[in-house]
Every structure is written in C-alpha cells, then in structure tokens.
C-alpha cells in the first residue's frame, strides 16, 4: 500500500488514517473525490473500506482481480472488496471464529451490489467439488429470487431493497462454503398498495405480468398488461428503461428450480402474486346505508379461485368485519373505505408472509445438514437511513435500525482499537465522539421510549390517532434535545430524522386490527399450499391483540445485534456520489452529509486516536531496510530490534513513534511520508541491484514453487495411499476387490515378515506361533506344520547313536506310563543309565554262572520274601536271556537264578528307577504288555495288589500313607507299604493337585 503513495497527490491516499489532517471533513472529501475521479471507487479506514458508487461499470471484479487479491495481505494492494472479502476470510480460517461483514450506506448507495460481490468472491475463490458447487449455485441465485420480490424501483434506486437481509455463508473446517441461512427485516410491505410518485411496486408484479408465458397467465386469469392493474399503475411508473422485466423474468424462473422449487410450489406462488392483483382490482359500491357491497365482482372470483377459498367466505371477509360481545360473534358491515382497507391489509398480509415463506424455502435449499464444526461469515445488507419530507413508519423503522447499527459499530471500533493498543502494551488515548446511544434510547426505552409510546396508544381504549398519538409524545419526551417533531421544530436540532415520522405510526397499528379477521380466520381455509401454511392454524387469533409491528422490529433488531455482537466485524460503507444515478458525478455536498451521517469522520478520530500508522515489524523492516546500512541488504536479529535501529538511523524523534508488542506505531503521516520520499529515492539508487534481487527473488520463487508443486504431490499420494489403507482396513473381512487387495497383500507380507522373525526355536515349543490374520488362516497352518517337520529333520539328523538308543527307550516308557502314572510327566525326563552295579560289584561267581550270557543291566532291589515279607538286599541282573535276582550275602553258597518271568510264583521287589528297571526288563523280555500299572487312592482307600505266593496260594500287597516310609508285614498278613505324607505331599505339588483331592498311589504288577 504504501508503494502507492508516491502517487498520493494524483490519485490521493489510499487509507484515510494517512490523512494528516484527519479532523477536517474537507480533506477527507479531497480525497475521496480525487480518487473518485480516477476511478478509484474503494479507499480504507484502516480495515474499514469506504465504497463510492461509480454508477458505471468497472473492470474490476474480474476473476483476474479476484486471483490477484486471493490470499494476499490487506495492505500490499489497493483497496478493494475482493481484499475485505479474503482477509475476513483467512482470518476466519486462522483463528476459527465467526465474522460479518456489515455493508451500509443510503439507498442506492451500492450496499447490495457489494454483497453481491462479496458472494461472488467467494463463490469463485473457495476450494470446490460438485456438491458444493450446487450449494453455492443455490447461494448465488437466492439473490435474483428474493430481489424480484423484495425489490423495487424507488425514487433513489431502480433495484432498491425493501427488506434488510442478514446472510450467513457457512464454511467447513477446509474453508469450503458449504451452506447458508438468510434472515430478513421487515419487508416494506405497504408498497404492495401504494407506491410514491415515480416509483414501483415490487418487482414480481411487472416480471410476472410481463415475462410470464400466454398459458400461465391465462391459467392465472392475466392479461400481459400492466395497465390493467391497479397496484401497479397508480404512479404511471409500470416501464422503466433500466428494468427488463422480461429477461428478469427467465433469470427468475430458472432460478426457482435450482433452488427445489417443484411446480406445484411454483404455481401457488404464482397464484398468489395474480391473487394480489386481482384482488387490487377489486371494486366495493355503496349500499343504500352506504355499506359496501360486492356483486358479480369477477376479480374477486379469480382471488377465490387462486387461493382456493369459497367466494363467499371471502367476500364476507372483505365486507364485514367480526364484533366479539362476550359469548356472541356479531357481524358489522365495513362501509366502503373500510372495504378498501381490509382489502388492502389483506393483499399486503399475503404478500408479506408469502416473502417469509419464500426466504425460508430458500434457506431450505441451502442448509447444511451436516453436523460438523462450521464457521461463518455474515453479510449484513441492511436498508439506508435516510430523511423524507413524510417519512412511512418503515423508514422510521429504517432509521431506527441504523442508529442501533452505528451504535455497535461505535462501540465494536473503540474495543478493537482498545484492545490492539492495550495487546501492544502502548497507552490509550481517550476520543472524543458523539455516542449516538442517546437516540437508540429515545426510540426503544421501556415505558419512556416512542415504541413503548405507540404501544400503549394502541392499547388504550378510547379513539387513538395520529394526533392524540403525538401529543402523547409531545408530553413525554417534548423536551428532549433529539425530539423534534413538525410541531415543535423551532431548534432545527441536528436528529430531526425522528421529526415526522410519527404521523404515518399509528395507521399502521389500526390496519393491523381490522385485517385480523380476514387474514386469520379466511385465509386458513385457503387450497393453496402457500397460503395455508402462511396463516395456520396455530397462530394465535383475533382475540389477543397482536404485538405492534414496531415491538416486533425491535425484538428482531435486538436479536440481530446479539448475532452481530458474538462475531467479529467487517465494514463496508457505501457512499452515492450523486442522486440522479450519473457515471462520473460527484456530489460534494451530497456525499458530505453521508460521511457525516454514516459516522465516518467519528471512525477515523478513533482510528486515528494515537497514532495514525501501524505495521508488524517484520512487514515494515521488509519494506524500509534499504534506508539503513545496518539492516541493508539483511538485519540478522529481531525484527524489533531491526526497526529500532532502522527508526534512529532515519531521525524519528521519541515524540513520532512508539514500539509496541509485535507492531510500529508512527504518530503522524508527514512522518511516514517523509520515510516513503526517502525509500523512492532509495529505489533508483539501488535500481540495479534492486533488479538483480527481483530476479533473485524470482528464481528463489520458481524453485520454491518447483519444491511445493513436489510436496504437494507427495502429500496428494499419501493421501490416497491413507484413503486405500482405511478401506482396505474397513473391507478386509470381504472377498479380494480392487479396494482391498493392496491391503491384504500389505497384511501378509507384514505377518510373514513378523513370523520370520518369530518362528519358534525347538521342537518343543508349541505356544509361540504369531497368531494369523484371517486371510492367513490357512497358510499359516500349513507353515506351521512345514515348520515343525523342518524342526523335527533337523533334530533327528542332529542325534547321536546313545541318544537314539536312549530316545527308543523312553519311546517303550511311555507306551507303558504315560497316563497310568502321576509321576510320568517328571520323571520320564531322568536319563536311563547303562547299569546301576558295575561288573567289579556282582558276586564273581554269580559272573561265572551267567558269563555266557551278556549282562545287559544290573540294579540293587529289595526282596520281600514271600511268606514272611522278609526284606532282603538283592541285586537284579538282567541278561540277554534272563532276568536274575542275585542275593549278596549268600553268594558265597549259592546263587539263585530266579527265572521270574517263567517260574510259577511272584516275586515282590521293591527298586528305584522304577521306569528304568521296567523299561529295561520289558525290552529284555519283549513283553511290554506284561506289565500291568495298578493306580490307587491315597486318601479315600489303600490300594492293593495281589500276587501269586506259589500255585494256588495268594498274597496282598497294600499300599497306604503315614509319617515315614515303611514295609512289614500287617496283622492282617498282607504285605503294608507306607510311603510318608511328605512324598505325597511332594507329588502332589509337583501335579499341581490340590492337597485333598484324590492321591494316586501305583503299584506295578509285572506278569
Ligand atoms: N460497484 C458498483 N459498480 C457499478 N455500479 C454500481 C456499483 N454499486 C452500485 N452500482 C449501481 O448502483 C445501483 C444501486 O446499487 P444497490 O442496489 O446496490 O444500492 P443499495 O445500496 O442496495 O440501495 P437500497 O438501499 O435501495 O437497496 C446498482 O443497481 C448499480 O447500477
Ligand atoms: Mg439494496
């Protein structure tokens, strides 16, 4: 911005707070005027932007402009909309809040024509995809739809607006406009009826009769003529040459099935504009008594057939009007006058709720259903102030509004600029400004102010009129210094906006009583879809009086504000620079009284409270660093520290300038002038070395773009490959589809990479296999399997001579243990050994005996001696042959070979390495199945076993528990084996058993 200054004196400043006589309305129309005639239509306010209307058309609003504005500073380009627009957008992006942008001024003065813009830049500049394309498509075109019913040719504007609209653009999270939501204010609905001299009545009526195909008119019983209806002829106004009423026409139709409009809606609405104009035309004549009649009225008819209501009924309502005496309904015929203006409360109740109607189809369309987080930027077109000769009670309505809106924006500029002096950490200066609350309060304080006036007026019995009504107010706020009414308007005071408009209030409150009867109680009766929903039912009937229209407009006011209140604000303040719509002309003294009126100069005296220019260090170091040799070509510290050196190399006196927080604050423009001048000069110097730079710079950008085009790339890939991994993910339990199969074919490799890694390490190990996903079900099975047989080869090539012999061995003892006997599982693992006696220790006889024989095992035994029990020492020696149980202490003697396995009687040994022993001595005998494991219980029961003492004669071993080991033989002549608690308790432990549960007790039988 500051670029260009060096052309200040053609086209003036570009930001009013650079005015260096800032208190002086005559500079700042200067310059205002200069720009204007350089074409220059915008120019700031700080980060208010001011908006003449050049009434041509300009070429700039381009989608070449809109891409230069996008996304780049307020301040590093000349004024614009577009810059407005972007950078309330990006700061709603940055800080995730809620904005509006309030656009005010006169009629005619453009407000309409710059939120037009505004929807525009938006509509082209965010991010899109088809569905949002049809939601802004429905955005856009709202616009010719609610103008063509809410806009009219006035006497200051050919398309002015009489409603005021309040817009919310909704984006999402990414910045897209993803929906919208219209409010309205008060429809000037009495121009359905009357229009003043050289004006329209609302645009509809003229496109419709106009525009409007021979079928459809002929179905709503119209003739293509405008002279034939009478709200539409009374100011001889019905062709304009700026309006083309037919083309308007196809825009509007077009638009309403973009916006869901089906043709059952369309024709009701239609037969609701044709019902207004029949019903305009509709004719009462005098009675004998000098009521008003209605016979064979055939205008009538068409309002009956339109809407769906009996003619009858209809006419009655027109006719007569609804006493209510305690439990009785009494009929009071109307005389004509009253006729007329039942007939016209009627057609301007329709007319108006059929607009309400409208905007909230309209918002139907675009509403965002989606429940996500949205932000939103307002857009507040809301009608001018403005001062009449006879003002309506709307424009009362309309004036009252923009005091409450300059009161906000009064009170809204004074806090941020408090708040970015005080975030800054630099003193405020307190301004001086006319508070406009004064005003605010004459119109809306409760029990004192005019609406609260004019309500009760309404309310109290007896006659009320317009004159008893302003004496009211004479009495209660005569001598307040902003009322002055035609009366008492011997101050000339500076407010006299309020001064006439009371006269025109209290018709309207009238008008409002007498209508309620047909509107209510007819109207629901309606077929038309429209209509009906309009008047339902629910809404509460004559028997209340309804709240005046003018507590209505301030409850919708008060609402707005709150709205307005809770976002942060945007302003657009729209000037008209002459009032006969000529390109080129500038007005002085008309657009004098609209700076004066829209608060401009108030604006800048406290924009300008301090100091007059403020910039973040970074962006003003950038700028005047060339002015220094310490900061040029770079200033390697802060950027705080940089302008501070910078500011004293340049001479700014202490008195010019503050530092703040993040930001500069230059008192007087002269002083940044004075920097510029010096930077212009600066410039040629550097000229050279200056375009070496750009082209520096222009390269450094290239190649900075050639790394963001490729990280963008990078970050597009990712994203997809995201996006295929989540649905892969989602799907992964379908069949292989496109979607998953990149997916799955990740799972498997991910899980065979894992398993690699994982496998487990002996062949013993039979928990540890990673579990499969379920694609890998299968496979993961037969690996295993592969696996364990890989393990297994490796294991057994692995083995040695001993270990297989061994390994065979303990095969044999688990065929003959495993699940007969509790100690299996630990003992089992004991090594066998060769022998348990080596040949040194067996008797050198018993040697001699069996030296033919190759003694395959020895182990020491005790014998029980058959009858007796007797104990005795033995040593078994097994053979190939045989199996002897040799006794020591005889040996001398004699050597007993006990062919067991042959001979008739048992034997009753007792030995350890049980498994050893029997393992050895079946494969000797090859006869494993001739030992027989006999279990029993320790706790419940003593176990036993028989056994032959010779043919015929039969002995009992019994087996039991107690407090150490023992063998005797018991009273009752069975051989008893007391094994201790203690082993018991051991292997029950080792079992994992609990203590009284079943003990197991084995003995052996070897047959
Ligand atoms: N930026 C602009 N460029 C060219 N012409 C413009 C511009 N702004 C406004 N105009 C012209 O001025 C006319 C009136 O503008 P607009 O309808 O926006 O006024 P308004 O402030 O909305 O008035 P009202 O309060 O009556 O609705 C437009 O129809 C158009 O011809
Ligand atoms: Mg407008």
Known sequence: MEGALTARDRVGIQDFVLLDTHTSETAFLGNLKKRFSEDLIYTYIGTLLVSVNPYKELDIYSKKQMDIYM?????????????????????????????????????????????????????????????????????????????????????????????????????????????????????????????????????????????????????LGLESNCQHYSYLVQNECANVTSINDKNDWKTVRNALSVIDFDESDIQHLFGIIASVLHLGNVQFEADSKGYATLNKNTELRWV???????????????????????????????????????????????????????????????????????????LLDIYGFEVFYVNSFEQFCI???????????????LKSEQEEYEAEGIGWEPVQFFNNKIICDLVEEKHLGIISVLDEECLRPGEATDFTFLEKLEEKMGSHPHFITSVNNTRGGECSEFAQLVLSIHCVCVCVCVCVYVCTQVMRQSKNAIVRECFASTESDSRRRPETVASQFKSSLLGLTDILMSKEPWYVRCLKSNESKQPGRFDDVLVRHQVKYLGLMEHLRVRRAGFAYRRRYELFLQRYKPLCPATWPHWRGVAAEGVEVLVQHLGYLPDEYKMGRTKIFIRHPRTLFATEDAFEVCKHKLGKGMKARRNQEIIETCWRGVQARKEKERRQWAVKVIKKFIKGYMTRGEAKTTDNSEYLAFVRQNYLNRLKDNLPKTVLDKISWLTPPPVLTEASAILRQLHMRVMVTRYVRGITAQQKAQLQLKGITSVIFKDKKDSYPQSVSQPFVDTRISEQDINMKVLQIIRHERIKYSVPVVKYDRNGFKPRPRQLILTQTAAYVVDEAKIKQKVHALHALEHGGDLVIQCDHLFEVLTKLSVVANKQSAINV??????????????????????????????????????NGHLMVVIPYCDCFQRKKSNKQFLKQEFRLDCLRVV
């Open 934 to 971: 006999v279990q029993g219980s320790w706790l419940m029961f003593i176990s036993s076993i028989s056994f032959q003492i010779q043919a015929g004669k039969e002995g009992i071993v019994d087996f039991s528990s107690g407090q150490e080991s023992m063998v005797y033989k018991d009273k």
């Open 71 to 219: 996304g780049v500073n307020f301040f590093e380009l000349p004024p614009h909309i577009y810059a407005l627009a972007d950078n309330a957008y990006h700061t709603m992006m940055a800080e995730a809040n809620n904005h509006f942008i309030l656009i005010s001024g006169e009629s005619g003065a453009g407000k309409t024509e710059a939120s037009k813009k505004i929807l525009q830049y938006y509509a082209v500049s965010c991010p899109s995809t088809t569905l949002l394309d049809s939601v802004r498509d429905r955005m856009l075109v709202s616009n010719p739809v609610l103008e063509a019913f809410g806009n009219a040719k006035t006497l200051k504007n050919d398309n002015s607006s009489r409603f005021g609209k309040y817009m919310d653009i909704q984006f999402d999270i990414q910045g897209d406009a993803v929906g919208g939501h219209i409010l309205s204010y008060l429809l000037e609905k009495s121009r359905v009826v009357h229009q003043n001299h050289g004006e329209r009545n609302f645009h509809i009526f003229y496109q419709l009769v106009e525009g409007g195909e021979e079928d459809l008119l002929h179905q």
């Open 304 to 378: 009956s057939t339109l809407l769906g209501i009996n003619v009858q009924v209809l006419q009655e309502g027109l006719t007569y009007r609804k006493i209510e005496a305690k439990t009785d309904e009494v009929l009071s015929p109307f005389t004509v006058d009253h006729a007329i203006y039942a007939r016209n409360a009627l057609a301007k109740a329709i007319y108006g709720r059929t607009f309400t109607w409208l905007v909230n189809k309209i918002n139907d369309s675009m509403e965002n259903k989606e429940p996500s987080r949205k932000t939103v930027i307002g």
């Open 399 to 413: 004036n009252y509004c923009n005091e409450k809106l300059q009161q906000l924006f009064i009170q809204l500029t």
